[in-house]
C-alpha cells in the first residue's frame, strides 16, 4: 500500500487497519466514495454515501469503515 498516503480520503484509517488491505475502489464524483476489501475477505465501505452507493441499505453518509456484511467473503478480485 505505498501509494495510499496519495488518497486524502484513507488518511485516517488506522495503521493495523491499513496493514490488512488487499486492495481499495476510489469512486464518486469527488473521489470520496470508498470500498476496501480486506486480505481476510472482509468488504468495508465508508464516505458521504451519495444515493446509497455504498450498498449498505441507506443513503446516510458513513464516517468510518463499516462491513458490507452481502460482500464479505465472496472472494472478489477487483
Known sequence: MSNINNWVVLHKLRQNFILNIKFVCIFGENGNEVLIV?????????GPNKYGCLGLGHNNPIQEPTRVEELCYKEIVR
Open 38 to 46: 480486506s486480505k481476510d475477505d472482509n468488504v468495508f465501505a465508508f
